[in-house]
């Protein structure tokens, strides 16, 4: 029986950090269409560097694309 609990914890345990993992990369990827970036490039920065890093910086440097700021 403690070998079952183990094995759906490790189980529970992957899969929360997967979503983590797919919910950081979506914010990456919502964040850089909106500010008019392709997502690919920040997901391949975010894999190469840091997803932290990388929402830090889309964040600090790049505002937000509006319909009034587009020419």
Avoid: Q
């Avoid at 914890?9 to 970036?37: E, N, P, Q, S």
């Avoid at 490039?41 to 009034?68: C, D, K, Q, R, Y």
Wanted: hydrophobic share 60%; with cysteine.
């Amino acid at each position: 029986m403690s070998d079952v609990f183990g094995a759906v914890m490790l189980l529970a345990f992957i899969t929360l950090a997967l979503c983590a993992v797919y919910l950081l990369f979506a914010i990456i990827g919502d964040m850089a269409k909106a500010r008019g970036h392709s997502p690919w490039a920040w997901w391949t920065m975010s894999l190469l560097w840091s997803p932290i890093g990388s929402i830090f910086v889309l964040w600090l440097f790049f505002p937000i694309e509006t319909g009034t700021d587009r020419n």
